[in-house]
């Protein structure tokens, strides 16, 4: 299913074994091959598990054949719901060959086989770390070791290594932002400023060969991320390291450490004055992941209710962000509120029991275990977060005990920590006090249901269900 360990392992390999043993079972016929190259296992969103899944779930697949259990994935809890719950509810059997797994014989939650599943993670960590730590050393010796080089920069090799030179066109508007920046232009007066120059943005620069925009190219507006990225990052110091190690340059700086740090303090109390976010569990806004703008095909944004502690029950709304930009992708205002939403999607599958009701029963025993393994999901999620941040405070203490950072910037980085602790914690007792609730059960079973939503700027909604495509009945609006 995922890319190869060594030569020996490859991808064609993997295959071979799996055809070979398929042909050798005289009860069983190829349906099809799904090949993760090149993706971590330890990614259960990869796009050909998300395809032999959709195909698992629409029953044309009822035997599922890997090399061996790693190919399947590398992430100990996704890979044990799976083996344990979700395909013993669907009716698929598991074989990993090489393994000698058979979930036709054996269960999929014996000791061996998480055990198995268990080294298999810890050999995706260990591989991960390992190539993180080889860039490092590779990044100390003045090697640039990123994809494109940063706006500003060209890149070549020199002495058998990828350098960095500076790009005195690119460089110059560099400088430009960052004193605009320093001089208490916001983000969004920049992002308008670049637009009216006609600044093409970094990708896009790349593309043309040319900073500005000229007849016939495509002119897009700078997003506040892009702009957010290019102030904080420390290779303009001249260093390819963080900016608090940005000590020994390997390549020719652009901006002077004062600015930098200067620009660095606005964009931190920026920061610190907004509001902490952090995911919301699912419960809250169950239809975001499948929302979509119907007019420009864009993902919907979230919009948070306000006044809400973390992990109280409330009703989000939905709007399209690429009504808000200000070059030729805009698009037509639309906003719909998570109750009104909810109320819909009730409604349509309603109006699709009241029919043949065909294929709706077998995906709503799915949805429901779908829905307990997704609680399980996010609550070790949350645990892991919070573990996390302790160990981010216990970091931060060090740095200050050491002598690294100094008391404000303690004080500082410590509130910060702390309004996400209590976040995560009130989402985590949110959870546990919903898990029972008729209410929140009902939505999140209606979310796993649904295949795509479209919201439309005449106010017409699209659902499509995963049992079958569907529409509201005709002339549905909300």
């Known amino acids: 299913m995922d890319g190869g360990r060594e030569e020996k392992d490859s991808i064609e390999s993997q295959i071979e074994i799996a055809r070979a043993f398929l042909e050798s079972q005289p009860d069983m016929a190829l349906f099809g091959c799904y090949c993760d190259l090149g993706k971590s296992g330890r990614d259960f969103n990869r796009e050909e598990f998300r395809r032999m899944m959709k195909d698992v779930q629409a029953g044309l697949v009822g035997c599922i054949i890997v090399k061996d259990l790693s190919r399947l994935g590398r992430n100990y809890i996704e890979t044990g719901t799976l083996m344990g719950k979700i395909f013993p509810l669907l009716g698929v059997r598991l074989i990993a060959v090489t393994d000698g797994f058979d979930s036709f014989y054996q269960q999929g939650d014996g000791l061996g086989t998480n055990l198995k599943n268990l080294v298999n993670e810890m050999y995706a960590r260990d591989i991960s770390n390992k190539i993180k730590n080889a860039r490092r050393i590779q990044r100390e010796r003045g090697s640039y070791m990123g994809g494109p080089p940063p706006y500003g920069y060209l890149a070549g090799r020199e002495a058998g290594r990828r350098r960095l030179w500076v790009d005195a066109a690119a460089a110059g508007m560099v400088r430009e932002i960052y004193r605009r920046y320093d001089e208490g232009e916001t983000l969004g007066e920049l992002a308008k400023w670049l637009y009216k120059k006609g600044v093409h943005r970094p990708s896009r620069s790349r593309s043309y060969g040319s900073i500005f925009c000229r007849k016939g190219e495509e002119l897009l507006a700078w997003s506040r991320e892009t702009l957010k990225a290019l102030l904080s990052n420390p290779v303009y110091l001249g260093s390819l390291g963080r900016a608090e190690e940005a000590r020994e340059q390997t ?31 699912p419960g809250k806004s169950a239809f975001e992941k499948v929302l979509f703008c119907g007019d420009c095909g864009h993902p919907l944004s979230k919009a948070s209710p306000g006044g809400k502690k973390p992990g109280e029950r409330g009703y989000c709304g939905y709007f399209c962000r690429n009504s808000y930009l200000i ?98 914690k009130g989402q985590r007792e949110g959870l546990l006090e919903n898990t029972g609730r008729k209410e929140e059960m009902n939505q999140r079973l209606a979310a796993l249901l649904v ?27 909300h």
């Open 327 to 424: 070059d030729g992708r805009r698009c037509q205002k639309k906003y719909i509120s998570g109750r009104e939403l909810e109320g819909l999607v009730k409604t349509a599958l309603k109006w699709e029991a009241s029919g043949t009701g065909q294929g709706i029963g077998r995906h709503l025993q799915w949805a429901q275990a779908m829905g307990g393994a997704l609680r399980e999901k996010n609550l070790q999620r949350l645990q892991n977060k919070i573990a996390g941040e302790l160990r981010r405070e216990s970091e931060q203490y060090r740095k200050y005990r050491a002598g690294e950072i100094d008391r404000e910037a303690f004080r500082r980085r410590m509130g910060r920590e702390e309004e996400k602790m209590e976040c995560l």
């Open 451 to 477: 295949e795509r939503i479209e919201l439309f700027g005449d106010k017409r909604i699209k659902i499509e269900f995963r049992f079958r495509a569907a529409g509201m009945p005709p002339g549905t609006k």
């Open 251 to 281: 390549h020719q700086a652009i901006i002077e450490r004062e600015m930098f740090q200067r620009v660095a303090r606005r964009l931190e109390e920026e920061k610190r004055k907004a509001p902490v976010r952090v995911k919301a569990f």
